[in-house]
């Protein structure tokens, strides 16, 4: 039997030490002239109990996301006090955290003048007008095929939307206008955001995914109305979007469709002639997404204006901005 080659690494010399480097010359300053960051100026001030909202904004830490909320509050109050739009684009999951009475808050007071949803917010919106509850345990009704079964659901909001199609209205003014126009049917309808726009004249845009909710399963789902009613809303939006200089748009708890749909609206706003060079974007999510920083943080302000992202959960970083909204318009 043929010997097999020796195919072990040779060994090689150990290379000759190193010597450390010599630091006898390093260069210095006082530490007095080197700027810091951090200043015990920007420290938080101990809660005291009893205090106000007020001292408690005052007492926070004036570093990183606390500038950055600061910032956002006083973008939201200048451009309320000058009469430029504030839009709130919110994903499902803001209503089924319970914020509707913020948003609605923000409404009524002109604060937010534009609200755009995702077609899963009116499932969520609706439900709670006309039950006080909502969201469906996913994982018990799936493996049966009870999941988005709910019968009125999809009955009366597919309705809705088909006779909002014949009357020419956008898809959020339909719903709007049947959950504030049944006060009987709907015993929570305080709680609606679409029913708030429409009480209010105010636009409540809403932009589906056709596939993506639970109504698309039924079959008084008419897609010819869904479409129509969405893309009207579409530029309705863009129409809003196209007049936001100096105006503020708030991207909470949306990471692809409402990102997407900003960015288009701004496009088609500056190619009619809108320079929007003066606006403020802000991200709000639990996460970090890639759609959100691009689309609505980065990619819009990139010729002017600022983008903005806080991250936290939205059931105490939307309150937590309202008030301090609240506190900085005095």
């Known amino acids: 039997?043929?010997?097999?080659?020796?195919?072990?690494?040779?060994?090689?010399?150990?290379?000759?030490?190193?010597?450390p480097i010599d630091v006898s010359a390093l260069k210095t300053y006082?530490?007095?002239k080197r700027h810091s960051l951090v200043q015990v100026s920007n420290f938080a001030a101990p809660w005291k109990a009893g205090g106000s909202f007020t001292k408690f904004c005052a007492g926070l830490p004036d570093?990183?996301?606390?500038?950055?909320?600061?910032?956002?509050?006083?973008?939201?109050?200048?451009?309320?006090?000058?009469?430029r739009p504030v839009i709130a684009g919110l994903g499902a999951h803001v209503?089924?955290?319970g914020l509707a009475p913020i948003v609605t808050d923000l409404m009524e007071r002109g604060i937010v003048t534009a609200v755009a949803m995702n077609g899963a917010?009116?499932?969520?919106?609706?439900?709670?007008?006309?039950?006080?509850?909502?969201?469906?345990e996913v994982d018990a009704e799936i493996d049966d095929g009870r999941f988005g079964m709910a019968e009125e659901t999809g009955r009366i909001l597919n309705e809705a939307i088909g006779r909002g199609a014949k009357e020419g209205e956008g898809l959020g003014e339909a719903i709007g206008r049947h959950i504030d126009g049944h006060p009987d049917q709907f015993p929570n309808r305080a709680t609606s955001i679409l029913a708030a726009?429409?009480?209010?004249?105010?636009?409540?845009?809403?932009h589906v995914a056709l596939g993506t909710d639970i109504i698309h399963m039924h079959p008084s789902a008419d897609g010819a109305a869904i479409g129509a009613t969405s893309l009207l809303d579409f530029r309705r939006l863009a129409a809003v979007v196209a007049g936001m200089d100096g105006g503020v748009y708030l991207n909470i708890g949306s990471a692809v469709i409402l990102p997407e749909v900003f960015l288009k609206a701004l496009s088609l706003g500056?190619?009619?002639?809108?320079?929007?060079?003066?606006?403020?974007t802000v991200n709000m999510d639990f996460l970090s997404h890639y759609r959100p920083q691009t689309n609505v943080v980065r990619r819009p302000t990139q010729k002017g204006g600022k983008g903005y992202s806080l991250t936290g959960?939205?059931?105490?970083?939307?309150?937590?901005?309202?008030?301090?909204?609240?506190?900085?318009?005095?």
């Open 270 to 280: 500056r190619n009619l002639g809108h320079p929007l060079a003066n606006i403020t």
């Open 121 to 136: 917010g009116i499932i969520h919106d609706f439900e709670l007008a006309l039950m006080g509850h909502t969201s469906e």
């Open 30 to 32: 006082p530490l007095k």
């Open 313 to 330: 959960h939205h059931e105490i970083m939307l309150p937590l901005l309202a008030a301090s909204v609240r506190e900085e318009l005095g």
């Open 1 to 19: 039997m043929a010997k097999r080659p020796d195919r072990t690494t040779p060994k090689r010399p150990l290379p000759a030490l190193i010597r």
């Open 95 to 97: 209503i089924k955290v």
């Open 63 to 83: 570093i990183l996301a606390v500038k950055t909320l600061r910032a956002v509050a006083k973008a939201i109050a200048q451009a309320h006090r000058r009469g």
């Open 197 to 206: 726009g429409a009480r209010l004249g105010l636009p409540v845009t809403v």
